[in-house]
């Protein structure tokens, strides 16, 4: 499963656009990108999945250019609850890659009033 | 309420006892994966049983092992603790033909001492 690079750590302040960029240059033909989020002391919660250039649902936006060796996580007017840890994971869809999902160090958001 | 459920919540046991940690699937998802997540570390992929047999293993020892039950529970068993083994124990669920979104609970935090 491809490699995936993110930043350690981001700060944003209430009603910001924040934006968590992923680089995953090994991506195979085969292989999603996905999003997770994470609350301490909880499990982490699917956010979006993708494929190539844009998706969006009603909790982000997740964008992919043509050569798909990154991504951007693209979160709309973030407010403290959105203070949480982001992982970018590269696979096959979840039925086709044994369960094994590999997740890196994520992107721990701080977002302040 | 996240559809699967782990228990206990927090458990403490010395070095070199057994432990048996347990997970509640929501029904119909066959396929149940654990994950350890040491502090500050995204989780790492322990096992995945399908179907009550286990079909995929991730770099952990064998006193790590688990079951299935037809019930759509699970359980992950761990021999000969070690100081090491202090993480959070997170269990993952998924139904057939399910394309992403692992489901996750909110993992069990074991400390061993």
């Known amino acids: 499963l491809a490699k995936t690079t993110q930043p350690i750590s981001m700060d944003s302040y209430e009603g910001q656009e924040v934006n968590i960029t992923c680089s995953h240059n090994?991506?195979?033909?085969?292989?999603?990108i996905t999003w997770y989020q994470q609350f301490p002391s909880q499990g982490p919660r699917f956010i979006i999945q993708?494929?190539?250039t844009k998706v969006t649902n009603e909790v982000a936006s997740l964008f992919i250019p043509a050569d798909r060796k990154s991504s951007t996580l693209s979160l709309p007017r973030v407010s403290l609850s959105d203070t949480a840890v982001y992982y970018c994971?590269?696979?096959?869809?979840?039925?086709?890659?044994?369960?094994?999902?590999?997740f890196g160090q994520g992107t721990e958001l701080s977002v302040k009033p | 309420e996240t559809g699967v459920t782990q228990s206990p919540t927090h458990l403490i046991k010395t070095r070199g006892q057994q432990v048996t940690l347990r997970c509640s699937s929501q029904s119909g998802h066959n396929t149940v994966s654990w994950y350890q997540q040491a502090l500050g570390q995204g989780p790492q992929f322990i096992f995945q049983y399908y179907r009550e047999e286990e079909n995929g293993r991730g770099n952990f020892p064998p006193r790590f092992s688990g079951l299935q039950f037809p019930n759509y529970s699970s359980e992950l068993n761990v021999n000969a603790l070690e100081l090491d083994d202090s993480a959070l124990y997170l269990c993952?669920?998924?139904?057939?033909?399910?394309?992403?979104?692992?489901?996750f609970g909110s993992g069990t935090r074991l400390t061993v001492v």
């Open positions: 994971l590269v696979g096959a869809l979840i039925y086709n890659q044994g369960g094994k999902l590999i």
């Open positions: 090994n991506i195979a033909t085969n292989d999603y």
């Open positions: 993952a669920s998924s139904r057939p033909g399910q394309e992403y979104g692992y489901t």
């Open positions: 993708g494929y190539k």
